[in-house]
Nanobody, 117 residues
Framework: QVQLVESGGGLVQPVGSLRLSCKASGSFFRLNDMGWYRQAPGTQRELVAT???????NYGDSVKGRFSVSMDNAKTTVFLQMNSLKPEDTAVYYCNAHLAISYRGIWGQGTQVTVSS
């Protein structure tokens, strides 16, 4: 059983910064990639950023230049550095990972990020 546990969400003022973390635990050989998606009320879940175990990154258009995704050396924790936050970044942020070989997807429980003055 593989679990993803997110942390770091909260309330922040516009143009502020926040850093999210997500750690994978349990029994697995290796993760192919990890990343973040978000979902605001009444909208579909959308890509924020992903990173492969090899270091390749991919960002959603709305966060390019403001957010940065990274992974620890053990390749079991993914970070999302969010700068210049806007009210429209308000959403539940979900961590996602894919197991190597099977490519089975796993989701975290989500963490709320609210950008408001």
């Amino acid at each position: 059983q593989v679990q993803l546990v997110e942390s770091g969400g909260g309330l922040v003022q516009p143009v502020g910064s926040l850093r999210l973390s997500c750690k994978a635990s349990g029994s697995f050989f290796r993760l192919n990639d990890m990343g973040w998606y978000r979902q605001a009320p009444g909208t579909q879940r959308e890509l924020v950023a992903t990173i492969t175990s090899g270091g390749s990154t991919n960002y959603g258009d709305s966060v390019k230049g403001r957010f940065s995704v990274s992974m620890d050396n053990a390749k079991t924790t993914v970070f999302l550095q969010m700068n210049s936050l806007k009210p429209e970044d308000t959403a539940v942020y979900y961590c996602n990972a894919h197991l190597a070989i099977s490519y089975r997807g796993i989701w975290g429980q989500g963490t709320q990020v609210t950008v408001s003055s």
